[in-house]
């Protein structure tokens, strides 16, 4: 499982890496970032709830 982050549609507003910080950061553009190739198991849930919660529906969960 991996993550993608529209960089043109995120806003920075954190919440993905408040979410699951195993898997996002927001870099110094304010732009979150995506930190880790693939997903591991036991941060998967945290991260599709990131993706869920996200206000600007920037993120995308590829399933393996």
Same mark, same amino acid.
Request: glycine share 4%; proline share 5%.
């Given at each position: 499982?991996?993550?993608?982050?529209?960089?043109?549609?995120?806003?920075?507003?954190?919440?993905? $890496? +408040?979410?699951?910080?195993?898997?996002? &950061?927001?870099?110094?553009?304010?732009?979150?970032?995506? *930190?880790?190739? !693939?997903?591991? $198991? +036991?941060?998967?849930?945290?991260?599709? &709830?990131?993706?869920?919660?996200?206000?600007?529906?920037? *993120?995308?969960? !590829?399933?393996?």
């Amino acid at each position: 499982m991996r993550a993608i982050i529209d960089e043109e549609a995120c806003t920075g507003c954190g919440l993905c $890496e +408040e979410t699951c910080p195993e898997v996002f &950061e927001l870099g110094d553009d304010d732009v979150a970032k995506v *930190i880790v190739d !693939e997903i591991p $198991e +036991e941060a998967q849930d945290a991260a599709r &709830e990131a993706a869920e919660s996200c206000p600007q529906e920037a *993120i995308t969960i !590829e399933e393996d």
